[in-house]
């Protein structure tokens, strides 16, 4: 039998009646697979006068209402400790803070977020990289307004050489079925420091007929998965392949 894995799907496309369904319906069809959701209001949580969005407000409660799904924030760290970077520890702390503060909105209710994905993070070590991922995680995991479990994701884009406490799933791959299989690609991978239960994999590009069988072979490796056949820009739909992927994830 093959180890069970959650889907985690960066949602990068904006919402409305007919774009989210696929997502929606899937989760409301597979009540034994879990669904953990990053929403990406405006490159982050979005301000004034740009929110609040009735799109984002509506579909993200509809989200929420699933009892399989955890949704999670986006936010950007442009690798934070760049010199002259776009972006700080306190830039940082305020998208947590106000994804935080959504929970307890009374004129929207459920559209709290249950964790922050952290994209753009470097994957070499140095003191202030570590340390500055490790004070936005316990920032997280501090925040009454989000939701348990308070999940903290990092987006290296590969592999980092270096753990940080308090940080829960790693993406340790977010690249093409074609470089996956790659030595440079599996061997790097091989190093990865964090174990299945705490790694994610996202690969895009994979052949339509083959999302199944890869699907199943990637369970083995990682505990949150997306695979779909896109080549182009491919986490701004679904894909043709994504009835076929959920089907290998519910698979036994």
């Known amino acids: 039998m093959v180890p069970k894995a959650s889907v985690l799907i960066p949602l990068y496309i904006y919402p409305n009646a007919t774009s989210w369904k696929p997502l929606l319906d899937s989760a409301a069809a597979n009540q034994g697979v879990s669904f ?14 740009w929110w609040p969005n009735t799109d984002y407000t509506t579909y993200i ?48 209710p459920n559209i709290g977020v249950k964790g922050i994905f952290f994209d753009d993070v470097t994957n070499v070590y140095s003191d202030a990289a570590e340390s500055t991922l490790e004070q936005v995680a316990n920032y997280t995991k501090a925040q009454a307004g989000i939701g348990s479990p308070k999940t903290t994701i990092i987006n290296p ?11 829960d799933i790693c993406l340790a791959f977010e690249n093409t079925w074609d470089y996956y299989q790659t030595s440079d690609s599996r061997n790097w991978l091989a190093g990865n420091p964090y174990d299945r239960a705490h790694t994610a994999y996202m690969v895009y590009g994979a052949p339509a007929d083959q999302v199944a069988s890869i699907t199943t072979a990637l369970r083995n490796n990682a505990s949150y998965l997306y695979v779909n056949d896109n080549t182009v820009k491919p986490w701004n739909s679904f894909g043709a392949s994504w009835d076929t992927f959920i089907a290998a994830m519910a698979a036994p």
């Open 36 to 49: 953990t959701v990053i929403v990406n209001p405006n490159d982050g949580p979005g301000y004034a006068p």
């Open 61 to 108: 409660a509809k989200l929420n209402a699933l009892s399989n799904v955890q949704t999670i924030g986006y936010v950007d760290t442009a690798q934070v400790n760049i010199p002259s970077g776009p972006y700080s520890v306190e830039t940082i702390e305020k998208d947590i803070a106000t994804y935080a503060s959504r929970s307890t909105d009374p004129t929207y």
């Open 157 to 167: 884009g590969s592999r980092p050489n270096f753990v940080t406490p308090n940080v």
